[in-house]
């Protein structure tokens, strides 16, 4: 089969990678319909974080081709969207809901398991991790917005909910990427009153309004925190969803919270200096981590299909597999948000 190939820094490259079959009683192979170009890969591409050469992409949504054995409840022909890990979905850790942490399961693109960018994918513990869609002929707003719950929106709803927001909570997100954004959805979705994007873009500051965001916050570091202090009367947000992961962006979310409030973080943690001293002596809180994407996907995906959210808007360069290294280069160079493949038809 043709998929992307990781071949080291700003390498990426079509090749070819043996067809998946089924391993195990439990697996699924799926036709990957649409994927895309998750901020993480980014890293990855830079040469910031390594990654084995091989196989690449963790976000995909298609239809099932073939079973293992003990599959009951899925079939081929069945449209699924895949989270970015793999779940038994019976551990302990899993039925406590974090099953990006499940102990048996794994990540999709790695080098070694396939990636969601290419045209198969071979799904372990298929019942557990795969969400069947009901209905068929979906648009491409759909199929857009599905991809977003495979991994981009589930992050920026992890983040509001780490936070703990509340009905009524004044709410800062820090960073504009498609996980900032997808994170004003989250904090509106909890009944946040007053909704805070901090964005020098203007395009990204038009979409967090259309998400929810009730005011923009357009300058950075220090300039930014006196903003937010202005904006609440100096006394700092109630929660604050950190989307980026740097020294910058943690040091600013910790100085915009409020004592007794929270940071619900979701950005890649690539801190070199920031001190959990900043948070302790200001009573501010901090949770997050990997999105278990396969405990919100069922929840949001009801939020899709009534159109009470349309994650999809983050895709703003849309092209096909085999200009999937323009993809990388489109969000790399900032000209994208986030890079939708169209891969098959549904």
Known sequence: ?????????????????????????????????????????????????????????????????????????????????????????????????????????????????????????????????????????????????????????????????????????????????????????GAKKLDAARIVALSGHPERQAMAKEFGATDIVAVRDRQAVAAVMDLTGGVGVDRTLECVGTDQSIGTAANITRPGGMIGAVGFPLYGEFQYATLFWRNVGIRGGVAPARQYIPELLDDVLAERINPGRIFDYVTDLDHVAEAYAAMDERRAIKSLLKVSSP
């Not at 069945?78 to 038994?88: G, K, L, Y």
């Not at 372990?124 to 857009?144: H, M, N, R």
Request: negative net charge; aromatic residues 8%.
């Open 1 to 185: 089969m043709r998929a992307a190939v990781f071949n080291g820094e700003r390498n990426i490259k079509i090749g070819n990678r043996p067809d998946p079959v089924i391993r195990e009683p439990l697996d699924a192979i799926v036709r990957v319909v649409r994927a895309c170009v998750c901020g993480s890969d980014l890293w990855y591409y830079r040469g910031v974080n390594k990654h084995q050469i091989g196989s690449i992409g963790h976000e995909f949504v298609g239809v099932i081709e073939a079973v293992g054995g003990e599959v009951n409840a899925l079939a081929p022909g069945d449209f699924v969207i895949a989270p970015f890990t793999f779940s038994d979905g019976t551990c302990e850790v899993c039925r406590t809901g974090f099953q990006s942490n499940c102990p048996h399961g794994g990540s999709f693109g790695n080098g070694v398991s396939d990636g969601g960018q290419g045209e198969r994918v071979r799904v372990p513990f298929a019942e557990a991790t795969l969400v069947k869609v009901p209905g068929s002929g979906f648009s491409d707003e759909q199929l857009a917005s599905f991809t977003a719950l495979s991994d981009v929106m589930c992050t920026g709803y992890h983040a509001a909910y780490s936070a703990a927001i509340q009905p009524g909570d004044t709410v800062a997100i820090v960073g504009d990427g498609a996980v900032g954004l997808c994170a004003v959805i």
